[in-house]
């Protein structure tokens, strides 16, 4: 047996589930940089993550490799590092490897100095050479080989190769800052329009991904144009997503990606901030269009996560693995056999509405050979997405209800993906931020409560002058908050705030906005990773891009505005501008890239509404206003309240400065809400 490395110390459960092999890990940290100079070794850095399916098998074929650990033992310094726990150092090397090879993804593979200083980079990499694939034995002992015969050449090229990126993210940032105005929202449009896919919703080809916050920004253009192929857009990815194998029928909750146009078969981890994602755009369609499915879909995400994501603490874990007895998809796949032992009579008719074969649907990634298993999904005539007068997704559902819950306990019998039971203080605020707003707008009392229990966990694990930090397990906090850490805990607090009037939350969400504006923001007006006391590492930059969670930016962004709204002080409003100024440069050449940042720019540039309600706090209209603003869609509008002795309720309609329409009671509400509807 295998003697347990260094991971065995550390909480990430990506880094214990490689103690075991035979390469002698480092995690990251001054004592693998300082073991690397001394003996003057270059730096294997792997970096990854629980749930990633080809990290998993990277480690089967060469981490658990005894000759692939004795070159890495004889010839580097290992060190692994779990990217969800350090996005910065995950950030540094993912430029530098797009950079280098056009492309990126996990595990990351990266050669580099005792200084850091990368000078090769790579994803995935199998064992030997594969075709036109660079096997890792190969690159180890030919990178070793120039690193013994070489070693001043490979620092120089090095400090060259870090040096000239540096270079490259400065001028992007350097001269005037460009306008930013609302033509930015046409060709964010534009390009929206030129990659989506008609027939099965969704953009581009495959590999598809769920882009909640592309959607969102599609929702709120529909919002304020009326145009109605901007939401059609929305509706039918809404549709085919959850038609398709992406979503999981036995369970609820939507796999990472599909790596198929259709949306059939899945990349089957489940992570937590897809899960949020993408119950804020069901949310957010259902209230743009009254249509009850998405509002089903918004329950069932928020089920799952609350049934198999929650911590003991009151958090939310990260996600979990795709792969089972060291197969992927095994936990979520079935054979026509094995239905029919569990359905009986029912299993043809269920089989028939989620489209198994005999011989199965899933194919093997590797050989596009049928496994014999198959993917529940919902074919329907033409295309996954929804068709007038075919049956809903939700509705087959429930007509084979009792079909469901007999696989769903039959499923608790298997072998479950791991579980990566590390809670990150971005990722659950962005989760609970989600179940708040959900539990507001359906009137549903349980589901705020647990957003609310997540964003009390979060803001008690605080440390002394209100640091945050990272990481939560095992009961211990640790790692320093980033930005996108506070970022979202403070649009969490301020979420409910709104959905609850305590203007403790709305004192903690703008103590948050204080701390970022202070010690995140440099002085060019970007916001790093990393406070003004952070580790420095290579290379110095931030990214406002919007991937598969919205960045830092965007979120912090998003707070000042409502911050501004909500409490008039332009302080807000300024801060948000630095923002937007110090990242013009990149926004106005690509704005695809920003949509959630788009999203609240809208609101700034187009917009503003802030609607105050007045009344005594525990007064039955005041709820009942709340409620009902609640269950609107109004992506423009901030809600806050003002304590008074009033005659039941009154509601102010407000612009950036000034309220112009006072709104007396519940009836006059309803009749303007009425006249603010989309038809």
């Not at 150092?89 to 050669?111: A, E």
């Not at 301020?494 to 004192?507: G, K, P, S, V």
């Not at 923002?579 to 695809?592: D, G, I, S």
């Amino acid at each position: 047996m295998v003697a347990a490395n260094r991971l065995a110390l550390e909480k990430s459960p990506y880094l214990q589930s490689h103690s075991k092999n035979p390469v002698d890990w480092y995690p990251w940290g001054e004592e693998a940089f300082a073991r690397a100079r001394d003996l003057e070794r270059p730096i294997f850095l792997s970096i990854g993550y629980s749930t990633c399916h080809w990290c998993h098998v990277m480690e089967r074929e060469s981490f658990e490799d005894e000759d692939v650990a004795k070159i890495l033992n004889d010839n580097y310094v290992a060190i692994k590092v779990d990217r969800e726990e350090r996005p910065d150092i995950d950030r540094v090397y993912m430029r530098v490897c797009q950079s280098l090879t056009g492309r990126g993804g996990w595990p990351l593979t990266i050669l580099m100095t005792p200084e850091g200083n990368p000078f090769f980079a790579a994803t995935y990499l199998p064992k030997e050479n594969r075709g036109q694939a660079t096997g890792l034995i190969g690159l180890l002992l030919s990178a070793a080989d120039l690193w013994n015969k070489e070693p001043d050449r490979v620092i120089e090229s090095a400090k060259k190769l870090i040096n000239g990126l540096q270079d490259a993210i400065e001028s992007q940032y350097s001269g005037e800052a460009p306008e930013v105005n609302p033509h930015l929202f046409d060709v964010a449009c534009r390009h929206a329009e030129t990659t989506y896919d008609a027939k099965y919703g969704g953009f581009g080809d495959a590999p598809k991904f769920p882009a909640p916050h592309q959607l969102s920004f599609l929702l709120s253009r529909y919002r304020r144009t009326g145009k109605p192929h901007l939401l059609k857009m929305v509706t039918t990815t809404l549709d085919g997503m959850r038609a398709g194998g992406l979503w999981d029928h036995v369970g609820g909750g939507f796999h990472r990606y599909s790596t198929d146009r259709k949306w059939l078969t899945p990349h089957f981890e489940k992570m937590l901030y897809d899960q949020a994602g993408l119950a804020k755009i069901y949310l957010d369609t259902y209230l743009a269009t009254g249509h009850e499915e998405y509002a089903l879909t918004v329950r069932q995400i928020l089920s799952y996560v609350d049934r198999d994501l929650s911590s003991p603490e009151g958090g939310f874990c990260c996600g979990e693995d795709a792969d089972s007895e060291g197969e992927e998809g095994l936990f979520y796949t079935w054979t026509g056999a094995e239905l029919e032992t569990l359905l009986g009579d029912d299993a043809k008719a269920f089989m028939a509405s989620f489209g198994v074969l005999p011989e199965g649907n899933f194919l093997e990634e590797g050989s596009g050979t049928r496994s014999g298993r198959n993917i529940l999904h919902v074919p329907l005539p033409g295309q996954f997405g929804l068709q007038s007068g075919v049956e809903q997704p939700a509705t087959r559902e429930t007509r084979h209800a009792d079909s469901l819950k007999k696989l769903f306990e039959a499923r608790k019998g298997r072998i479950r993906p791991l579980l990566d039971d590390k809670v990150l203080t971005g990722w659950s605020a962005f989760a609970a931020t989600a179940f708040i707003r959900a539990g507001a707008a359906l009137g549903d009392e349980r589901i705020l409560k647990r957003g609310k229990v997540c964003v009390d966990f979060l803001l008690s694990t605080m440390g002394e002058g209100g640091t945050l930090y990272r990481r939560h397990k095992d009961g211990e906090s640790s790692i320093e908050g980033f930005s996108e850490d506070y970022a979202f805990l403070g649009r969490a607090a301020l979420e409910l705030y709104t959905a609850t009037f305590e203007n403790y939350y709305l004192d903690r969400a703008a103590n948050l906005a204080d701390t970022l504006a202070e010690r995140f923001i440099c002085e060019g007006g970007t916001l790093s990773d990393t406070n003004d006391s952070g580790e420095e590492l290579v290379l110095d930059f931030s990214d406002a891009t919007d991937t598969a969670m919205p960045s830092s930016t965007s979120v912090a962004y998003e707070l000042f505005i409502g911050l501004w709204l909500l409490t008039g002080d332009s302080l807000w409003e300024e801060r948000g501008g630095r923002l937007v100024a110090a990242n013009a440069a990149l926004l106005t050449r690509y704005p695809e890239a920003f949509t959630h940042l788009l999203t609240s720019l809208s609101v700034a540039l187009e917009s503003a509404r802030r609607i105050e309600v007045v009344g005594e706090r525990d007064s039955f209209d005041v709820a009942k206003a709340r409620e009902t603003l609640a269950a609107k869609y109004m992506p423009e509008t901030f809600i806050g309240f003002e304590e008074a002795l009033v005659n039941g309720v009154s509601v102010r309609i407000c612009s950036k400065t000034a309220c112009h329409t006072e709104l007396k009671g519940l009836l006059e509400l309803d009749e303007w809400l009425k006249r603010e509807s989309i038809d």
